[in-house]
């Protein structure tokens, strides 16, 4: 029923799962199921994620051999612990687009980091392959292998999190941050989402439709930063005109780093429209 509807409610990206959410004795027919739904109309016009089952398992070949096969936008390989691990996936898409006639390339990639091995390792990880979008937090794998449970606080996150930011961003890719699991409790998944939104990751795992609305929201600017934004692009602009790489708004330098800053707020308006307060 999920697969079948999933697409009215205007995520940005729709995950089919393949790993952890499906029982063993399901994973022929889910991959079956979601062979057919990348290839069905209503998909066309969503950005497609699977998450592939690891390929030493006895899954995870076929996974590939069927969501590269039936179109799928980005490959999300679960439990990335080393730059190999990528490697190895990279290696299968490319042989499965050839195979299949898929322009070379087209398949992309995000790698998620859910151990410690993997977090020492993120730096080479997110630099593994030209095909990686981004990189993102497995949490929940991620405190069990660290022996620990998750905090309202994120306390135990924040090392991780600000490794795989590092990471993504030395490399020039995105970085996502993990699912907050209890769907029921928004009051909490707001207090997450604005920490990480705050550390500069680019959005969040979401495991139900309720939780996309407020983090689109929460990722929209206010009006007032919108505004603000735009004079200091405009300002920018103007400077630019005369030859000046600087300019004061209302007493307050704009250079560089202050446009890219409004350029971004800028884009997610357009994306996520206006904050509603
Ligand atoms: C959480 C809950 C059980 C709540 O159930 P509830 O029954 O209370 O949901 P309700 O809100 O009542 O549903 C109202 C309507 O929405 C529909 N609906 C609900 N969820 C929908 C959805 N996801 N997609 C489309 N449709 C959906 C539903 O069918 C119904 O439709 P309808 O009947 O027509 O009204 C349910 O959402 C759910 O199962 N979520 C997916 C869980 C999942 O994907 N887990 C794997 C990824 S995490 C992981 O693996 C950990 C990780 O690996 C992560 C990492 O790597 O980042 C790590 O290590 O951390
Ligand atoms: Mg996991």
Do not use: W
Not at 81 to 89: E, L, P, Y
Not at 156 to 184: H, K, M, P
Not at 189 to 204: N, V
């Amino acid at each position: 029923a999920m697969v079948s509807n999933a697409f009215i409610y205007h995520a940005d990206a729709l995950m089919f799962d393949l790993e952890d959410s499906v029982i063993l004795r399901e994973k022929d027919a889910a991959r079956r199921l979601v062979f057919h739904a990348l290839q069905h109309p209503l998909y066309q016009n969503v950005e497609t994620i699977v998450r592939v089952n690891a390929l030493d398992s006895d899954y995870g070949v076929a996974d590939l051999e069927a969501v590269v096969r039936g179109g799928v936008d980005i490959v999300r390989l679960p439990k990335t612990d080393t730059a190999q691990d990528v490697i190895d996936i990279e290696n299968h898409i490319a042989r499965i687009e050839a195979e299949c006639g898929r322009e070379p390339g087209s398949t992309g990639l995000l790698a998620a980091i859910e151990s410690p091995q993997g977090i020492t390792q993120a730096v080479a990880i997110a630099h593994a392959s030209p095909r990686l979008i981004g990189i993102a937090l497995g949490a929940e794998d991620y405190v069990r292998n660290l022996r620990t449970e998750r905090s309202p606080e994120g306390t135990e996150l924040l090392f991780a999190r600000c490794a795989i930011l590092q990471a993504a961003r030395a490399a020039g890719i995105q970085a996502f941050d993990t699912v907050y699991s209890d769907a029921n409790n928004e009051a909490g998944f707001l207090r997450e989402a604005a920490h990480i939104k705050q550390l500069g990751f680019d959005g969040k795992s979401l495991i139900n439709p309720r939780q996309i609305e407020l983090l689109h929201n929460l990722y929209a600017p206010t009006r007032q930063e919108a505004d603000h934004a735009q004079r200091v692009v405009d300002a920018a602009e103007a400077a630019a005109r005369e030859g000046l790489g600087v300019v004061s708004l209302n007493g307050k330098m704009v250079d560089s780093p202050v446009i890219e800053r409004a350029r971004l707020v800028l884009s997610r308006a357009a994306l996520s429209g206006i904050r509603e307060e």
